[in-house]
């Protein structure tokens, strides 16, 4: 197999970018366990020595494929609050929280899996990163629940924490058996009604 090598900056970020779509594609019509490195190489194109200088192993693209849709789901998180305006109903805040998540059914289900299958694989830098990528999502979380006025200085890192808890709790309750499709991938159905059951909970 041959082809182009990425030789400046720029070319190495968009084979990046292309290795994590690819990733996408597969992990949401195969399941995680039925994805390996050479089946991402395939799809990519690449030797499987070309896929690893981009990706030490692969939990490295796993994680980046989190770190993507978890982005892409906060971004679209925050689009539809701008949408709703403020003040905002802490229900309705929940709602869009909740379906921000629901409509990556693959994000719910890495959700799952991360700490217990992927993390613990990670290199202890890798590891370090997403310790610190996690504590600012939760900050960005906090930073909102302040904002629509749902907690006070005091309790807001509480509570964002309790958000980040009860997302995960769902993820799990969603993927146990009966709550997964074929591939793996969650049920955002059962996924949504545990999360907003649990989110209610917390008033």
Known sequence: MTTRRARTDSAKAARRRDIIEAAIGLLNAHG???VSMQDIATTCALTKPALYSYFAAREEIILAVYRTLLNDCMAAFNRSLLAAGHPLPRASFDSLFVSSFAERPLLCHLTNHLTATVAPKLTAATAEHL????AEQLAGLRALLLHYGYAD????DDLARAYYTILTGAAQIAAMPGGQSETGVIDSTAFTANCLAALACLR
């Not at 310790?131 to 996690?134: A, F, G, H, L, V």
């Not at 200085?153 to 807001?156: G, I, L, M, P, Y």
């Open 153 to 156: 200085a005091e309790t807001a």
């Open 32 to 34: 995680l366990n039925a």
């Open 131 to 134: 310790r610190t990528e996690t």
